[in-house]
């Protein structure tokens, strides 16, 4: 028997052309290498931009800030009540005039304040105070990156 006539059967139907499909896949090992690359120079850079003072950060779950042109001003108060510029320590009757001399020669009025999470809110208040005194209408305060909110004391974890 033969095969009906306005049937024919090919088996794979064929594009118009040579019959070759286009090949779709991406060679992903390029990109793979850079992100390796680039894993590695963060790595290695991201304990230098920390500051060296020991301070227990309080937990957020807010994002963290963008980067600025100039280093960032960094204020850390520790356990203990010490004030620290950047990573010296300074008294605290000096803090508003040094900061107000810096103040001047700044551009940039953001200023970062790391208190540690023992400190009342009182000390805390008393040094934002002298910042703002002094000029610096940004405070970022520096917490912890929390994945979950954290409960008030008092509080149930879920209300």
């Known amino acids: 028997m033969g095969v009906p006539q306005g049937r024919r059967s090919t088996g794979r139907r064929r594009q ?17 290498d850079v992100m390796l690359v680039l894993l590695i120079i963060f790595m290695v850079a ?9 301070v227990d950060l309080p937990e957020s779950a807010a994002s963290a800030l963008p980067a600025e042109e100039e280093p ?20 605290a009757e000096q803090l508003l005039t040094r900061l107000s001399a810096i103040a001047g020669e700044r551009r940039d009025r953001q200023i ?3 208190a540690d999470g023992a ?4 000390q805390v208040m008393g040094v934002m105070g ?16 929390s994945p979950l909110p954290v409960p008030v004391e008092g509080e149930e974890a879920g209300q």
């Open 16 to 32: 118009r052309g040579h019959g070759l499909a286009p090949m779709a896949e991406i060679n992903v090992t390029p990109f793979v």
């Open 112 to 114: 970062y304040l790391r």
């Open 130 to 145: 002298d910042l703002s005194a002094a000029g610096f209408s940004a405070i970022g305060l520096v917490t912890e990156n």
């Open 72 to 91: 960032p001003l960094t204020i850390s108060l520790a356990e203990d009540g010490r004030i620290y510029l950047q990573e010296a320590e300074i008294a």
């Open 119 to 122: 400190l009342s809110y009182a």
């Open 46 to 54: 991201a304990p230098l931009l920390t500051s060296g003072v020991p």
